[in-house]
């Protein structure tokens, strides 16, 4: 896993965003370290609608990815890279907790954003059990 997001949704937002997949996972790790450090931030603020022992999903605003780009310095098609690979997590996780409905009304009024609750290992998702 990068951070929260499972590595077949890095590549499956890699592919429909048009960005590198080996250059997704670095975005999504820079994103990481300043979202985790603001967590209980985005806790006060932001509806938890999911949160497990190593992930907290939100809805947050529209643009929010927009303005983190801005922070980093990333261009359009990077950012919404990274916006894709959250919300192909939630999606996935919406699959799993059979929340799909719920989830894809909610991501047309709001961005997702999911956070690393705990030290999340670097590297390749270890479950190939698909959805």
């Keep these: 896993m990068a951070g929260p997001i499972e590595g077949q949704m890095l590549v499956l937002a890699a592919a429909k965003a048009s960005v590198s997949p080996t250059?997704?996972?670095?975005?999504?790790?820079?994103?990481q370290q300043e979202l985790e450090a603001?967590?209980?931030?985005?806790?006060?603020e932001y509806e938890v609608v999911f949160e497990d022992d190593t992930r907290c999903a939100f809805l947050v605003e529209r643009g929010f990815w927009d303005e983190i780009g801005d922070r980093f310095d990333w261009n359009h098609r990077e950012a919404a890279a990274?916006?894709?690979?959250?919300?192909?997590?939630?999606q996935r996780i919406g699959r799993r907790e059979d929340r799909v409905e719920e989830f894809e009304a909610a991501l047309e009024i709001r961005d997702p954003l999911i956070v690393a609750t705990t030290a999340v290992e670097s590297g390749a998702?270890?479950?190939?059990s698909g959805d």
């Excluded at 603001?38 to 006060?44: A, G, I, S």
């Excluded at 990274?82 to 939630?90: G, I, P, S, T």
């Excluded at 998702?125 to 190939?128: A, D, F, R, T, V």
């Design 23 to 31: 250059r997704l996972p670095i975005l999504v790790a820079r994103a």
């Design 125 to 128: 998702e270890s479950n190939g």
């Design 38 to 44: 603001t967590l209980e931030r985005y806790r006060r």
């Design 82 to 90: 990274v916006e894709r690979a959250h919300e192909e997590q939630l």
